[in-house]
């Protein structure tokens, strides 16, 4: 008893001084690293701990935004590159981007302001070629897309953003989804690839993506 009430104990203090530490050592506009960006928001934080950052003078942040822990945020293809756009990712203002989420810009990446995503969600604007198939991939050309999130959108947890997709504003992505085109303002996507299965519509509300695609015809 007394040493299941000591581990008990022992247990709350480490969560306890992990959680210290986590907020201790987050990036913000106030560090060295949050000043190695070329935008860092006040009120922004990067927890830890993260997996991957680098060339973070080529990324923006805007105000109040959080980036969970376990995050990589990167751009070009390595530490120290110089890139042909800047900024390569740019994320805006009052952002949550989940735990384990990657974003991997080579191009550029635009996330709107109060955009949301769950935990392991994927954004990338680069994809692998596969034109010689005697040839590894690795070795092949390597695609460039932007890709553009719109204000106010919700990435559900594990989906996925591929080069050349542009999600409108206020638009829900449910989970584990892959977007690889275009999503309207005001819609619901799911599915891989994401297929839109309601927008709404100022004069009568939400309505079945279907209805939609028989005006359009």
Request: charged residues 20%; hydrophobic residues 40%; glycine residues 12%.
């Amino acid at each position: 008893m007394l040493r299941r009430a000591l581990e008990r104990v022992i247990a709350a203090v480490v969560r306890e001084r992990f959680e210290d530490w986590q907020f201790s050592a987050a990036i913000t506009a106030d560090t060295a690293r949050g000043r190695k960006f070329k935008q860092f928001g006040a009120g922004s934080l990067i927890a830890f701990p993260w997996v991957t950052i680098y060339n973070e003078h080529y990324i923006e942040i805007g105000r109040d935004t959080m980036l969970g822990p376990y995050v990589a945020l990167s751009a070009g293809m390595m530490p120290g590159q110089e890139c042909v756009t800047s900024p390569v990712v740019r994320i805006g203002d009052r952002c949550l981007i989940g735990r384990g989420s990657g974003i991997v810009g080579h191009l550029a990446i635009d996330i709107g302001n109060d955009v949301w995503t769950g935990h392991h969600v994927y954004i990338t604007d680069q994809n692998h070629g596969y034109e010689d198939v005697t040839r590894p991939i690795s070795q092949q050309t390597q695609p460039e897309r932007p890709v553009v999130i719109g204000d106010g959108s919700w990435l559900g947890a594990g989906s996925v953003v591929l080069p050349g997709a542009t999600i409108g504003k206020h638009v829900a992505v449910g989970a584990n989804s892959v977007v690889t085109g275009e999503l309207p303002d005001f819609c619901v996507a799911v599915g891989a690839p994401a297929r839109v299965i309601k927008r709404y519509d100022p004069a009568s509300g939400w309505k079945p993506a279907d209805e939609f695609r028989k005006r359009e015809r």
